[in-house]
């Protein structure tokens, strides 16, 4: 049974090794010049004012998370793409079921106001 995932390590393992590999290579052969202006904190350009510390609102969470809870039920329709034709009608009607519990969770966070920037 183990025998089934030696490739699998074989490959991890290969993976691994190329990736600490490629980090040393870069640090010995790659430029090392380090100056002030390298050195410094760099957001868009423009330099920072305010401490990284801040808050943020609720909301940004909030829509983080709606995101998230959308995109990863979106992941739960590519096995129902790829095996569409062998699910046959049972297939496309649990499926439209799940869409439409997806379109009443939806309109419910959009009439809740949860997408709207203040």
């Given at each position: 049974m183990i025998e089934t995932y030696i490739p699998i390590f074989l490959m991890i393992g290969c993976a691994i090794a190329f990736g600490i590999f490629m980090g040393k290579a870069n640090e010995m052969f790659?430029?090392?010049?380090?100056?002030?202006?390298?050195?410094?904190?760099?957001?868009?350009?423009?330099?920072?004012?305010?401490?990284?510390?801040e808050r943020f609102s609720v909301k940004y969470y909030l829509v983080a998370m709606l995101f998230i809870v959308f995109d990863i039920e979106i992941v739960f329709m590519y096995p129902w793409a790829v095996t569409y034709t062998q699910l046959g009608v049972q297939g496309f009607i649990v499926m439209f079921v799940f869409i439409a519990i997806l379109l009443i969770g939806y309109i419910y966070i959009w009439r809740k106001g949860a997408l709207e920037w203040d």
């Open positions: 790659g430029p090392s010049r380090p100056s002030d202006e390298k050195q410094s904190t760099y957001e868009s350009g423009m330099e920072p004012v305010r401490t990284a510390r």
